[in-house]
Structures are given as structure tokens and as C-alpha cells.
């Protein structure tokens, strides 16, 4: 199944959160913090987007940081996915 984001929309997973810390500690899932890196996976067509022209700055396969709690968790075959504004995405990682 295939997820295509309508408007200034993009979809991203997570990237794998640390397993232990610098110190060589093994975190818990309970211990370890909600990442905030992940990739893109699908880009909207951008457009009129609530009255505003909207470019998407945003290319598939690019690692971004995003807003901590922003976005809306999809899950779809057994993967897990957030759909995110583009203006929730905070920077790019080169």
C-alpha cells in the first residue's frame, strides 16, 4: 500500500532511536527519548494551501528534523508513519 500526502503535507518515519547512551548504558523503551530525525518517504504537490502559495522545499529520501509533537501517527502494514506539515519539518540533515 502506498501513502500520497495531499497539499503541503509530507510522510516520514522515524529513523532508530539510541539503544544506549554515550556512556555505554542500555536504555529501556521507556528511557528512550522520541526521536526526532527521520526520513522522507512522500512529498505533497504543495500549491493553495489555506489561501497561501506553497512551494515544497522537501525531496524524498532526505534525513530531517522535525517538531517534537507535531504530526499525525499512521500505522499501515505493520509500519509506523507520521504525516507532517512541511512547515513542522525544522531543518534538513545533510
Same mark, same amino acid.
Given at each position: $500500500?502506498?501513502?500520497?500526502?495531499?497539499?503541503?503535507?509530507?510522510?516520514?518515519?522515524?529513523?532508530?532511536?539510541?539503544?544506549?547512551?554515550?556512556?555505554?548504558?542500555?536504555?529501556?523503551?521507556?528511557?528512550?527519548?522520541?526521536?526526532? $530525525?527521520?526520513?522522507?518517504?512522500?512529498v505533497g504537490p504543495g500549491?493553495?494551501?489555506?489561501?497561501?502559495?506553497?512551494?515544497?522545499?522537501?525531496?524524498?529520501?532526505?534525513?530531517?528534523?522535525?517538531?517534537?509533537?507535531?504530526?499525525?501517527?499512521?500505522?499501515?502494514?505493520?509500519?509506523?508513519?507520521?504525516?507532517?506539515?512541511?512547515?513542522?519539518?525544522?531543518?534538513?540533515?545533510?
Amino acid at each position: $500500500m502506498n501513502i500520497k500526502p495531499l497539499g503541503d503535507r509530507v510522510v516520514i518515519k522515524n529513523c532508530e532511536a539510541e539503544e544506549t547512551t554515550k556512556g555505554g548504558i542500555i536504555l529501556t523503551n521507556a528511557a528512550k527519548e522520541k526521536p526526532q $530525525m527521520a526520513e522522507v518517504l512522500a512529498v505533497g504537490p504543495g500549491g493553495n494551501v489555506d489561501g497561501k502559495e506553497i512551494v515544497m522545499q522537501l525531496k524524498v529520501g532526505q534525513k530531517v528534523i522535525y517538531s517534537k509533537y507535531s504530526g499525525t501517527e499512521v500505522k499501515l502494514d505493520g509500519e509506523e508513519y507520521i504525516i507532517v506539515r512541511q512547515s513542522d519539518v525544522l531543518a534538513i540533515v545533510e
